[in-house]
């Protein structure tokens, strides 16, 4: 498990031996090396014990101390340090948002409601800030949760020199992902529930790009993210393009030719598309004609471009804000799109 760097710090490894150390909130143990933070490993907190923790009498070891564990405990142990492979990929990420929602209405929560293999008291939080009744008490999902926030520096440890005093805040990132801005992509579940209701008939291939797109934003992938979203938009502006073919009938063949071409660039389908869209405009109802170049075509034109210059070694970076902005606006862009798409395919079969 990759410990965060104020913990690395501060480790050192022993030889073999299979042991583990009460280290204030946790128990840290390493099949093959015991990893020990600092020069001794503090008294468990008596509110925040773990069911693994040795007795309440043991004091503070020294780098000498051990605690020897039962063969029955280790599977148990395993699952409680083996945090990243914890828990269901969808609670984890459920779980995040709701820490998240947590830390913005009560910053500075003690760290052992994140990391203790109780999540009772946490759950209580939520459900007195949030007013949030849970379903599922999984520590390892609020676990997982917690060190994945970490990762991604949407929150942060501080307060104390001693662990079992430390607090957790959000960082700036994190605010912003807990404000709850309609798409935010440092929520990426969220960004999606919120996409999909506003757009239900988005097409599988496009949902498959997007969540691509957000993952490699999450991992500071900015170029891979730019590439991502471009395939997601290419992939909505031809289906939206499909249906606009479908609503003008024999008008539009010159164009269903172009779109069925295999051997037509993309960026030539989407130019012809665009200017047929625009030619339209008058038979369009006005709520969704109005500004088709500035919210639409403009936004389709600039994910293009910037996904052609991170798919190809042209040099250019894409800096976090980029990143974030493109797919802001690509949602925006989306949500028009669709409702575009509803429409056609209601006078198509109408």
């Given amino acids: 498990m990759r410990l965060p760097t104020f913990l690395q710090r501060g480790i050192h490894f022993f030889g073999e031996r299979t042991e583990v150390f009460a280290l204030n909130n946790s128990v840290l143990f390493d099949r093959v090396h015991l990893p020990i933070i600092g020069r001794r490993a503090a008294v468990v907190e008596e509110d925040l014990l773990p069911a693994i923790s040795p007795p309440r009498s043991t004091k503070a070891l020294n ?7 039962a063969r029955n405990e280790f599977p148990k142990i395993c699952q409680y340090v083996s945090i990243s492979l914890c828990g269901d990929a969808m609670e984890a990420a459920e779980a995040q948002t709701v820490i998240l929602r947590l830390l913005k209405a009560a910053p500075g929560l003690q760290i052992g409601y994140f990391i203790t293999d109780n999540a009772h008291a946490l759950c209580n939080q939520i459900r007195a ?35 079992n005093q430390c607090r957790v805040w959000l960082t700036e990132r994190g605010q912003r992902a807990a404000n709850g801005e309609q798409f935010n992509p440092e929520d990426p579940t969220r960004y999606m529930e919120r996409l999909l209701e506003a757009a239900p008939r988005t097409s599988d291939t496009t949902q498959q790009y997007l969540r691509e797109a957000l993952k490699s934003y999450e991992q500071e992938c900015f170029l891979a993210s730019s590439v991502m979203l471009g395939g997601a938009a290419e992939d909505t502006s031809l289906d939206v393009a499909a249906s606009f073919v479908s609503w003008q009938g024999k008008p539009a063949d010159n164009l269903k030719a172009i779109l069925e071409n295999p051997k037509q660039f993309y960026v030539y389908k989407l ?21 088709i170049e500035l919210n639409i075509t403009t936004i389709l034109q600039l994910i293009r471009l910037t996904r052609n210059d991170a798919g190809h070694p042209t040099g250019r970076r894409v800096d976090q804000e980029d990143c974030y902005q493109n797919l802001v606006v690509y949602a925006n862009a989306h949500r028009k799109l669709h409702r575009l798409k509803v429409y056609f395919d209601e006078q198509s079969d109408a």
């Fill in 63 to 69: 780098f000498s101390g051990s605690w020897p564990i």
């Fill in 129 to 163: 800030r949030l007013g949030i009744q849970l379903v599922t008490q999984q520590w390892d999902v609020f676990s997982q949760a917690f060190w994945e926030l970490i990762a991604r520096r949407l929150i942060f440890i501080g307060g104390d020199r001693s662990l």
């Fill in 271 to 291: 130019q012809q598309f665009e200017k047929r869209l625009t030619a339209a405009k008058g038979s369009i109802p006005p709520d969704l004609s109005e500004n």
